[in-house]
């Protein structure tokens, strides 16, 4: 069943002309919840790794046979937009960083060797360019975790229940 089916509806007026009062029965896309399932307990998680074109619901088919189950690749990791909580892949990162940075080589800030951001004259400290930040932060998005299959209908169940 696919992931809007679960939400309710609610009556909204979309006024179709000016001042003329038109109410439909719409979902209510506005509701969220977060899952009670807690994140350290390992043994209902798959360790993943997204590797570039992978997408939620390729992975929902992947796993559970059944991509309409794309949501609940989302909701295990607390993903609410897909176009910024999922990594890019290469090549729409490269797009991403020309387009916002003038100079994609230019320097963001300075790392020391545990990763802090210092200053640049504090000893060690390394440029970070700004291409280099951005892939750095796309990057950290890839690693997810993956409900196992056996546990998919009790997380669905638990989804109803609360929305």
Do not use: C
């Not at 796993?63 to 989302?74: E, G, N, Q």
């Not at 295990?76 to 290469?90: E, F, G, I, Q, R």
């Amino acid at each position: 069943m696919a992931y809007f089916n679960y939400f309710p509806r609610t009556f909204y007026d979309v006024r179709g002309k000016k001042n003329n009062l038109q109410v439909d029965l719409v979902t209510n896309i506005l509701i969220r919840i977060r899952k009670k399932i807690e994140i350290t307990n390992t043994s209902i998680f798959t360790q993943y790794f997204i590797r570039d074109g992978d997408r939620p619901d390729t992975l929902a088919y992947q796993f559970y046979d059944d991509s309409t189950l794309h949501w609940i690749i989302l909701y295990a990791n607390y993903m609410t937009n897909p176009y910024y909580d999922w990594p890019l892949t290469y090549y729409d990162l490269q797009k991403y960083i020309a387009k916002k940075y003038a100079n994609p080589n230019g320097i963001h800030h300075y790392e020391d060797a545990d990763k802090y951001e210092v200053d640049a004259d504090a000893p060690g400290a390394t440029i970070i360019t700004n291409s280099i930040y951005e892939e750095t932060l796309n990057d950290s998005k890839r690693a997810i975790d993956i409900i196992k299959p056996v546990f998919v209908e009790q997380v669905v169940r638990e989804f109803k229940q609360l929305i």
